[in-house]
């Protein structure tokens, strides 16, 4: 892959933020899920709890500090997963085109993305509201369980449960895909570059409207 | 269980509070609630509740957010299985603080006041009703005359009518069955300081079926006893072995003859007998308000204020007042043991007009052991307590938040101010 | 890796003082929203305590008679039964003795 036309996808802060994310968020879910089936003796529960304790304060801090240093990138984040249009719709009604290609190895059309197709525009959305509900539902359940309302925290712990295995089996399904679109693969993990020509195939929208020459000075 | 358990006695129910291993999640809650450090199990792993220390409190149970913990014994169905027993008198020994919170089982707002209805419900299941609040006027009068004969045996040195041993100051109420569990498992050496009075419950039980008997004509074996209590102490309170008072006095004294019956014979909690009436379709809201005239039903102001925390002392000081003074309070309403203060201090002098003599009296109020009592019990070890009377609650605000009340979603037991607390171990 | 391996970048985003406002405005809000109501449950804590205790002092209040000692049916107990405070009989009915747990028992 040595095309001369690459794009920077992926600047080193979002991979930064990225790699944070997932030495969190593995595990987290990992020890979410032991504390939900709660199948080991009482000793690694609490190595369980600690874990998905210390992972919890590192994803907050991740979550707080790209909010601060990469403002700008989750302002266009959210304001691109949150701006539905007709292709959306369109989008779905095929999926992408994903099944046809991996089941039958057929091309169906697919109407013309942005920078995020519409798949991953609902999995933006899950993720951040999700993420939010879960930054804030776990550190309550961490430090206050015993003097919020009873009903209060029983809430909290619903909602904690529910957005965690949203984003768990999202999460299942994003690393597939990950892998699946290995040149994006590279991109968030190594160098942030991906080719042109397959970004405006893949995102024509994008391309088009939002992509410049680097500028020289 | 796989451990025996130790501190208690054969007959009594060892530990009315267990936790549901498959719903408890772990979160800690429950041990800031507990007043002995009952609850074990590591932080992320299933708690469960050490029998020898627990207290039976149930203030784990109503402050679980995730409604783990349960009640290990349920009468429910014993009741209604009495109350259609043409040959058994069942006898409801209904406690303040019952009053203000069955109604939240039937919809109605926090705190309501329902006597008359609560009265209604009760007649309609076929209740005889015996108002606990009639015994804590008793206990009134057996505690604040013991606590006077404590006061002037320490400070004019007085001796007993009979020449029987009299205890020593500061002298702690003994009312509820949690904090003298306490002192039994964890401080023997202040036994003496409890007061030797009974509980209201374990009164009523006694009274019932040895005068209560006589009032009803009914032998007192036919007589059933249920007290209706805001707290699980109450059930293991009641199994005690030594509560059997009246089957004593009824086979010693009348020489009738019949199988051992305890004083109380099970006990319902406020949540039980919400449950009680929902299983026999009465609906408490609905009910029409009913005044019973049985004298067991006549009570004071200062016998239902038991259910809040200074309660207890506010009554005793009434009482004590009149007896010791000679007058009666022209204000009765004792404000500085009211509130929801961790420990709550006041004094008062009096003249003693048996001595003509003025005194002083110290008296503290403590509710919520978690976390108010460990200094004030301090004192008292160390012998540099500054009271003479102290009331202790197991439960935070008292009796009315007890660990037998209905569960309110929208609050918890915690009275402090609201600050983290962060689990570890 | 020199920089000169990629030709494109995203057109970085200019945002001005306003929208810069009206963005941190709205995220606040948003997570102002929750906070606020949390707030206002754990104010909220103690009420249910506070109705129950509030409306047993009403109780006392409504009462005709508001002492113990004025209570006419402890009185008629003691005169047609128990005889008096700390009597035999109410020593042996209304008073008991407490045991050391400390020690195994049962
Ligand atoms: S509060 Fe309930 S869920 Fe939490 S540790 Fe205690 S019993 Fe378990
Ligand atoms: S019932 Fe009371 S003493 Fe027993 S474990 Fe629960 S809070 Fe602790
Ligand atoms: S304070 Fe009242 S409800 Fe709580 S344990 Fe003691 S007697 Fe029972």
């Known amino acids: ?217 | 269980m796989n451990v025996i358990a130790k501190t208690y006695q054969k007959g009594e129910i060892p530990g009315v509070i267990a936790i549901n291993a498959s719903v408890c999640k772990g979160c800690d809650a429950c041990k800031r609630h507990c007043p002995t450090g009952a609850i074990t199990g590591m932080f992320g792993a299933t708690h469960s509740i050490d029998v020898d220390l627990c207290l039976s409190c149930g203030q784990c149970l109503v402050n679980c957010p995730f409604g783990a913990p349960y009640e290990t014994s349920d009468a429910v169905d014993t009741v209604i299985s009495k109350l259609n027993d043409a040959n058994v008198t069942v006898v409801g020994i209904i406690a303040p603080a019952v009053r203000v919170a069955i109604g939240e089982e039937f919809g109605m707002p926090a705190g309501s006041l329902v006597t008359g209805k609560l009265y209604g419900a009760m007649k309609k299941a076929g209740i005889e009703i015996f108002d606990n609040n009639f015994t804590a006027d008793l206990t009134i009068m057996e505690e604040g005359s013991e606590f006077i004969s404590r006061a002037r045996h320490a400070v004019f040195g007085e001796k007993g009518e009979n020449g029987e041993p009299i205890g020593p100051l500061p002298q702690f109420t003994s009312c509820c069955p949690a904090w003298v569990r306490f002192v039994e498992t964890q401080y023997p050496s202040l036994i003496p300081h409890l007061s030797s009075a009974k509980s209201p419950q374990q009164m009523a039980g006694a009274v019932a079926k040895t005068y209560g008997a006589k009032v009803w004509g009914k032998p007192a074996e036919q007589i059933y006893t249920i007290g209706i209590m805001p707290c699980t102490a109450k059930k293991f309170e009641a199994s005690r072995p030594e509560f059997k008072s009246a089957f004593e006095y009824q086979t010693h004294i009348n020489k009738a003859k019949s199988e051992t019956y305890a004083d109380v014979d099970v006990v319902l909690t406020t949540r039980d007998l919400a449950r009680l009436f929902k299983k026999m379709k009465i609906d408490l809201a609905k009910e029409q308000d009913y005044t019973p005239e049985i004298l067991f039903a006549e009570y004071s102001g200062a016998g239902t204020i038991f259910g809040n925390t200074g309660g207890v002392m506010e009554a005793a000081v009434r009482t004590a007042y009149a007896v010791i003074t000679g007058n009666e309070l022209t204000d009765v309403e004792f404000k500085p043991v009211r509130g929801l203060k961790g420990v709550k201090s006041a004094s008062v002098t009096l003249k003693d007009s048996k001595y003509d003599k003025e005194v002083t009296i110290n008296l503290a109020v403590v509710h919520g052991i978690a976390r108010n009592l460990k200094p004030v019990i301090d004192q008292v070890l160390a012998g540099t307590s500054p009271y003479h009377f102290i009331e202790v609650m197991n439960c935070p605000a008292g009796c009315i938040n007890g660990g037998g009340q209905p569960i309110q979603k929208n609050g918890s037991s915690w009275i402090e101010a609201i600050r983290p607390w962060f689990a570890w171990k | 890796m020199s920089e000169q391996d990629y030709k494109y970048i995203e057109n970085p985003l200019h945002i001005t003082r306003r929208e810069f406002i009206t963005i941190t405005g709205i995220i606040t809000a948003f997570l102002a929203l929750p906070s606020i109501w949390i707030r206002s449950v754990a104010t909220a804590n103690n009420d249910y305590i506070k109705a129950r205790t509030k409306n047993l002092y009403q109780d006392d209040v409504q009462s005709k008679i508001r002492v113990s000692h004025a209570n006419k049916s402890v009185a008629r107990y003691y005169k047609e039964f128990g005889g008096k405070p700390l009597s035999r009989l109410s020593e042996e009915l209304l008073h008991t003795k407490y045991i050391n747990r400390t020690k195994a028992l049962s």
Request: hydrophobic share 50%; glycine share 8%; charged share 15%.
């Open chain 1, 1 to 217: 892959m040595h095309s001369k036309n690459m794009i920077l996808k992926h600047p080193l802060s979002v991979r930064i933020f990225h790699y944070l994310l997932v030495i969190s968020f593995v595990p987290l879910a990992v020890t979410g899920l032991i504390l939900y089936f709660k199948p080991f003796s009482e000793s690694t529960m609490n190595l369980t709890i600690r874990v998905h304790v210390i992972a919890g304060i590192l994803l907050t801090f991740d979550a707080l500090s790209f909010f601060m240093i990469g403002y700008k990138r989750v302002v266009l984040f959210l304001s691109r997963v949150f701006s539905i249009s007709g292709n959306d719709f369109k989008w779905f009604a095929v999926l992408g085109g994903y099944p046809q290609k991996l089941l039958l190895h057929k091309k169906v059309p697919v109407p013309p993305m942005g920078k995020y197709n519409s798949g991953q525009k609902l999995f933006g959305v899950c993720v951040f509201i999700g993420g939010v509900i879960l930054i804030f539902t776990g550190l309550a359940l961490w430090a206050f369980p015993h003097n919020l309302p009873r009903g209060t925290v029983a809430l909290l712990g619903h909602l904690h449960t529910i957005a965690a295995w949203a984003l768990t089996l999202f999460l299942c399904v994003h690393i597939f895909l990950g892998i699946y679109m290995f040149d994006d693969f590279k991109a968030m993990f190594l160098h942030g570059k991906i080719p042109y020509e397959e970004a405006k195939e893949m995102a024509p929208l994008w391309v088009e409207k939002e992509i410049i020459p680097l500028p020289k000075n």
